[in-house]
């Protein structure tokens, strides 16, 4: 059975930074496309970041690009995804998810497994 769980969320003010992490059980995040998603209230999820299993190929929201990265920490079957600069129209849940495909992909169908999602408000 697999298993996403994110952490690292929380109320920051503009301007911080925060990580948010993704653990995975019952499969290798290192050979699976792996996507960051958010949605804010009322919205739709959208991916903010995505990365093909080599993590050679990496792709960015553009209102993320330049402030958000999306790394992999084999060892430990967990996807990150830094965040600087936040800003509050950042504010929404976020959920790490995983495709059994190699690359990476934009939309939230293309995606086989979720995590329960996270928290990060960010406050003017």
């Known amino acids: 059975q697999v298993h996403l769980v994110e952490s690292g969320g929380g109320l920051v003010q503009a301007g911080d930074s925060l990580r948010l992490s993704c653990t995975a059980s019952?499969?290798?995040?290192?050979?699976?496309?792996m996507g960051w998603f958010r949605q804010a209230p009322g919205r739709q999820r959208v991916v903010v970041a995505a990365?093909?299993?080599?993590?050679?190929?990496?792709y960015y929201a553009d209102s993320v690009k330049g402030r958000f990265t999306i790394s992999r920490d084999n060892a430990k079957n967990t996807v990150y995804l830094q965040m600087h600069g936040l800003k509050p129209e950042d504010t929404a849940t976020y959920y790490c998810?995983?495709?059994?495909?190699?690359?990476?992909?934009?939309?939230?169908?293309?995606?086989?497994?979720w995590g329960q999602g996270i928290q990060v408000t960010v406050s003017s």
């Open positions: 019952g499969l290798t995040v290192s050979t699976h496309g």
């Open positions: 998810a995983l495709r059994t495909g190699t690359g990476y992909r934009l939309t939230t169908d293309e995606y086989n497994y």
């Open positions: 990365m093909s299993w080599g993590g050679d190929t990496t």
